[in-house]
């Protein structure tokens, strides 16, 4: 019995692989964001007969998947962002959770029959968190402006411990009937965050400096692959926040990696988190679609009309608290900013804070948290209207992922919101530093040179001064056409030599005269020099 059901196991899991694959490449084909349709994809799946029901546990998502995918986001978000958009972060995170309790406390009384204020602030506290993955995932690919993205991963990276804490809180008051006090929340609050503070921190620090000994780059990427999990467990070990110790230790060693991490360590360690952040991501939102066969069939008490329309008019109930909270969080941020903290600070622009609000997107983590509400109160009675509270975090994750999802691209369009950033004037600048330092070093060298190496510097800056162009092209193309297409033909004809490279190696591995091990390193080397050449 075992056996066999491991081999089921086995087969669900290489079935869920194969069918994020699938879904992945048609997302691509049709220029859609692939959570989703992968959640719609898993949607579509879970109405086909005899499809096994494949549970989302909560520890299963808390435990396997949310660490190292908070670890990845956290770890490429650039800290000097982070702090720059830390006002407006903490806003969200923590004002805009409370609000949302509040406000769904407040609503879901004349909004959803048979709901309290006490079942309305439980219901509010599912919902309030944001999901980093969902987030990331999408806002990445629909080319939002890099400081609406980093604002957006931010807040669903640092509003878990004021999620986790108003759950606690509004979990004891259903089932026990406690009222927890402010002072005991501001406590609770301090506790949570300050802990994953320290120990992501901690965590960093130890791990940095143990990788400052570690050569081997597969000894490195292991190391990178468990450190999530390190930060996580010993974080929740201590009562304290395990996201928030991922999010800081994701930080810390993100900022820390460029200097201590191995050229190939480096190289091979991106490949690896790029298939493991897309692998998790896939199954995680399959999952999510997955799931509402199995709700549906725990809610007896009301039609599937009435059930649909309770969702529509909740969720949007839920955008419209988010879009009110942004607007005046923006203009309270702004206020901080330039009346406390006395910085010159532009204005909140309308547009990008409506986008923002609007980007307020719901994944796992909300259908996590309403699936781990206890079945029953302390009285020994079922917990009131549960199924339905499930059913309720099932709609919002799935409007705020494909309606909002979906918009997105036409409304950046609309508003105006693409085309160059700062991000992107940033880039070229410092990509002019850096050659420009160089040319500079090698007309130092070349001076000083004799004549049997002379040569060797004229080429070495003939390579520089060509990618130095190409650079500058991208702002000034038609004073520089001649020399950028000099500059093409160059990469051109490399691409071609190399080609011939390829070949010749195939050629010998073929006929016996090298092994294969030989061929892999020749076309590592060639892979290399061809991805430095895409580069620019």
């Known amino acids: 019995m075992e056996r066999a059901g491991i081999h089921h196991l086995e087969l669900i899991i290489l079935f869920l692989l194969l069918v994020a694959a699938a879904l992945a490449a048609l997302a691509r084909r049709f220029h859609t964001p692939y959570p989703i349709v992968l959640v719609v994809g898993g949607l579509l799946l879970s109405f086909i007969p005899h499809m096994p029901h494949v549970s989302l546990r909560p520890e299963l998502v808390f435990l396997v998947f949310l660490p190292p995918l908070l670890y990845v986001g956290s770890s490429r978000t650039s800290w000097r962002d982070f702090r720059a958009n830390l006002t407006n972060i903490l806003i969200l995170a923590f004002g805009l959770v409370g609000f949302t309790v509040l406000g769904v406390a407040l609503g879901a009384g004349w909004l959803l029959p048979g709901f309290d204020y006490r079942l309305g602030a439980v219901l509010g506290a599912v919902i309030a968190t944001t999901d980093p993955i969902a987030a990331t995932a999408i806002a990445t690919r629909v080319g939002l402006p890099r400081s609406i993205s980093d604002i957006l991963a931010g807040e669903g990276m640092v509003n878990d411990a004021t999620g986790l804490l108003a759950l606690q809180f509004t979990v004891a008051l259903m089932v026990t009937g406690q009222h927890p006090t402010t002072g005991m929340a501001i406590l609770e609050l301090l506790r949570l965050v300050s802990g994953g503070v320290i120990v992501g921190l901690a965590t960093g620090f130890c791990v940095h400096k143990v990788s400052r000994r570690i050569t081997d780059s597969p000894v490195e990427i292991t190391f990178t692959l468990v450190t999530p999990y390190i930060a996580y467990l010993v974080a929740e070990g201590a009562r304290a926040s395990g996201v928030l110790a991922v999010v800081v230790c994701g930080l810390y060693l993100g900022r820390k990696n460029s200097e201590t991490l191995s050229i190939n360590a480096r190289l091979e360690s991106e490949a690896v988190w790029n298939i493991l952040d897309f692998v998790l991501n896939s199954i995680v939102f399959i999952l999510i679609g997955l799931q509402l066969p199995y709700i549906l069939t725990q809610i007896h008490s009301l039609s599937i009309t009435r059930l649909l329309l309770d969702g529509a008019a909740f969720s949007a109930f839920v955008i419209v608290l988010r879009l009110f909270w942004v607007f005046s969080g923006a203009w309270i941020s702004y206020l901080i900013r330039a009346k406390l903290l006395r910085r010159e600070e532009p204005r909140p622009n309308a547009r990008g804070v409506f986008i923002v609000g609007w980007t307020g997107m719901r994944g796992v983590l909300a259908l996590a948290a309403a699936i781990s509400l206890p079945n029953f109160v302390a009285s020994g009675a079922p917990f009131p209207e549960r199924h339905l509270i499930i059913f309720l975090a099932f709609c919002v994750i799935l409007v705020t992922l494909v309606l909002q999802g979906l918009t997105l691209p036409w409304l950046i369009r609309k508003l105006a919101l693409g085309g160059a950033t700062s991000a992107q004037i940033e880039e070229m600048e410092a990509r002019q530093k850096i050659l420009n330092t160089v040319l500079e070093r090698l007309h130092e060298m070349e001076s000083n040179a004799d004549d049997e190496h002379l040569q ?65 390193r020749l076309q590592r080397e060639l892979d290399l020099t061809e991805g430095h050449y895409l580069g620019y």
């Open 456 to 520: 060797i510097y004229r080429d070495i800056a003939r390579h520089y001064r060509g990618r130095l162009t190409m650079v500058n092209a991208k702002d000034d193309r038609a004073q520089r056409q001649k020399e950028l297409s000099l500059s093409r033909d160059y990469r051109n004809l490399s691409r071609d030599l190399r080609d011939v490279e390829r070949k010749t190696a195939l050629e010998l591995r073929n006929e016996n005269k090298i092994n294969d091990e030989l061929l892999r």
